[in-house]
């Protein structure tokens, strides 16, 4: 089993639809939770950390449920440019940080 | 903002070359990552240095070396370049990672393909 996964979609909703990804790790020690998005040919940047507590940035919410060992990513009124791939990061370490596959959304006009 | 910088965004070698990915950060921090990216594998760490001149092997180092002798500078090694070393690499630096407002900040990434 991947220690951290995800559902490799392709999610393919339309404009203003809501969307959500789960992203599931197996090792406790994970301390930190971050998602990344990943355009097409290009390197991965930073889209928000996630807290126990739950963390908004205006359309997205991300959330972290440590009893289930899962994050998710909530995006709002979805627009053609969150067409992206976002991927789910967990750290237990320096040389512990697992990168999830990635979870591929398309949004259509 | 943080400027991590790959030297190429595209190389093509021959097998069997010696090759050197050069990555040089502007932020001071302390870590330093390599990884490589092949579809339907996702990231996989090869090395990544805490320290200069520290450096620890990540979960595919074989056929790779690193160097870090400036603390903004970590180079990536390809003794003998192989055509399964054909990937996409992407160095990253973080200040402290594993905390909460540390995550890692990416180059551009270098294609290199192996003929």
């Known amino acids: 089993r991947k220690e951290v996964e995800q559902d490799p979609g392709p999610f393919n909703v339309p404009e203003g639809a809501t969307v959500a990804f789960n992203c599931t790790y197996s090792?406790?020690?994970?301390?930190?939770f971050f998602w990344y998005r990943q355009d097409c040919r290009k390197e991965p940047k930073l889209l928000m950390s996630?807290?126990?507590s739950g963390n908004e940035d205006g359309r997205f919410t991300a959330q972290l449920n440590r009893a289930s060992q899962y994050i998710s990513l909530l995006i709002r009124d979805s627009k053609l440019s969150d067409s992206a791939t976002y991927l789910c990061?967990?750290?237990?370490?320096?040389?512990?940080?697992?990168f999830g596959s990635g979870t591929r959304l398309s949004i259509r006009p | 903002d943080v400027k991590v910088t790959q030297s190429s965004r595209y190389l093509v070698k021959r097998t069997g070359e010696k090759v050197f990915l050069e990555c040089v950060q502007d932020?001071?921090?302390?870590?330093m990552f390599w990884y490589r990216q092949d579809p339907g594998l996702g990231l996989r760490l090869i090395y990544f240095?805490?320290?200069?001149?520290?450096?620890e092997k990540g979960d595919i180092p074989e056929g790779y070396s690193v160097s870090r002798e400036k603390k903004e500078r970590f180079s990536l090694i390809l003794e003998s370049a192989s055509t399964n070393q054909t990937s996409m690499y992407l160095c990253?630096?973080?200040?402290?990672?594993?905390?909460?407002?540390?995550?890692?900040?990416f180059g551009n990434g270098t294609r290199l393909t192996v003929t």
């Open positions: 990253a630096s973080s200040p402290r990672p594993g905390q909460r407002n540390s995550p890692l900040h």
């Open positions: 990061v967990g750290y237990s370490s320096a040389s512990k940080i697992i």
């Open positions: 090792n406790s020690a994970s301390q930190s």
């Open positions: 996630v807290y126990s």
């Open positions: 240095s805490y320290d200069v001149k520290m450096k």
């Open positions: 932020m001071d921090h302390e870590n």
